[in-house]
């Protein structure tokens, strides 16, 4: 598989940069991003921020050993342009500054991305270790930039950050599986597919935690409107033609559609299925390059035992399903506008996504095909117990 750290999952290789060492003239930008949270609740916001003087990253300089740098630029320029765009308690604006416009863009260009801050910047680069020899796990974390002051927003990425680490085991586990299945080793394959699933269920563990440190309105009033999506806001310097992008959404890590690329999942063609393709625009390239050779593996249904292969299926069913509680608790009830961050309507989609998965465990005599197909009524979704009592 393309070389991504297994201790890491898709996580970067190493800790993200906390502050440019190679690039001393970005130091304001730090400034910027610390103060950020103050300088949001301010009503001329937008005034000040339209004269920042922001240095533009040296052109063509994206070597593997100034990427974590770059990577910061974008993360901080991510952040300042979103809360531009969609400051709290002020008026749509359709437009994004130049001095912040231009130097997110090339940023952008650089890392072969699209100009708006996503999943990679919002948790993928957006931590620190408490204590760099301990795990990355919760309560050995913290967040680098934040639009708020409220431990809540650090807990929504926090919780993301140590469900992520935890996908190290999972892709180690597939890159042993596609060995096996070339093989034609059952038994190992068994074993992996036993080994996602007990990782799965420590993600879901961890996603359990959300209630915890985070209100949900404070989630749905405080910090999760400035991670929408842009639109029609125009690009000034760059692009004349008001633009769309998507905004941070879960859909743009690359975990779960791993999972599903791996154990070939099939989802029906809708526009869900054309808004998950488009999805991986929004992530890293070698995490692009991972799920295309996971596309590329045989599948482990025909090979695999079903007790071990199910176990799997149930793993990220679950996963699934306790995420739908928390965005029916967290954002559902709450809104009147049913497009969730990434413009979608999502909790439709999120309850084909489940049933669809459950539809693709291993029954009698459904190993003929692996083309399993969807319902055509979607069934209610009994939720787990801990998610119902919210």
Not at 45 to 73: C, G, S
Not at 148 to 177: C, N, P, Q, S, T
Request: hydrophobic share 45%.
């Amino acid at each position: 598989m393309n070389p991504v750290d297994f201790r890491r999952g898709f996580l970067p290789a190493v800790d993200p940069a906390t502050r440019f060492e190679r690039f001393p003239e970005f130091g304001g930008m730090c400034k910027l991003g610390a103060a950020l949270p103050d300088l949001l609740a301010a009503p001329d916001f937008r005034a000040q921020a339209a004269q920042w003087p922001i240095p533009l990253w040296p052109e063509n300089v994206a070597r593997a050993e100034t990427l974590p740098e770059l990577r910061l630029y974008y993360l901080t320029l991510g952040f300042l342009a979103s809360g531009y765009v969609n400051q709290v308690g002020q008026p749509p604006v359709a437009l994004l500054p130049r001095n912040l416009a231009v130097p997110l863009c090339r940023a952008c260009q650089l890392l072969e991305r699209p100009p708006i801050l996503s999943y990679d910047g919002y948790a993928l680069y957006n931590w620190r270790r408490l204590d760099p020899a301990g795990p990355i796990a919760l309560g050995n974390l913290d967040t680098l930039q934040n639009f708020v002051r409220l431990y809540d927003e650090k807990w929504f990425i926090l919780v993301h950050v140590e469900i992520e680490a935890i996908a190290g085991d999972i892709l180690a586990a597939m890159d042993r599986a596609a060995e096996a299945m070339w093989q034609r080793d059952g038994d190992t394959l068994d074993e992996c597919l036993t080994r996602i699933a007990a990782a799965v269920w420590r993600q879901v563990a961890v996603l359990r935690r959300i209630p915890e440190r985070m209100s949900p309105e404070l989630y749905f009033k405080t910090f999760r409107p400035y991670i929408r999506f842009f639109e029609n806001v125009v690009f000034e310097g760059v692009n004349a033609q008001p633009l769309n992008y998507r905004g941070e959404t879960g859909a743009q890590s690359s975990v779960l559609p791993a999972l599903v690329a791996f154990l070939k999942i099939r989802h029906r063609q809708s526009l869900l299925t054309t808004h998950l393709r488009d999805m991986r625009r929004f992530m890293p390239r070698e995490h692009q390059a991972v799920l295309t050779e996971l596309e590329a593996l045989p599948s482990p249904r025909e090979l695999a035992s079903p007790d071990a292969y199910n176990a799997a299926i149930d793993a990220v069913a679950a996963f699934r399903e306790v995420h739908f509680g928390w965005a029916q608790e967290y954002i559902n009830r709450h809104v009147t506008d049913p497009r969730g961050t990434g413009g979608t309507p999502y909790m439709q989609w999120l309850q084909q996504l489940i049933a669809e998965t459950h539809e693709h465990r291993i029954t009698a005599g459904s190993r003929q095909t692996d083309q399993v197909s969807a319902p055509t009524v979607l069934p209610d979704i009994r939720l787990p117990e801990h998610v119902q009592r919210v």
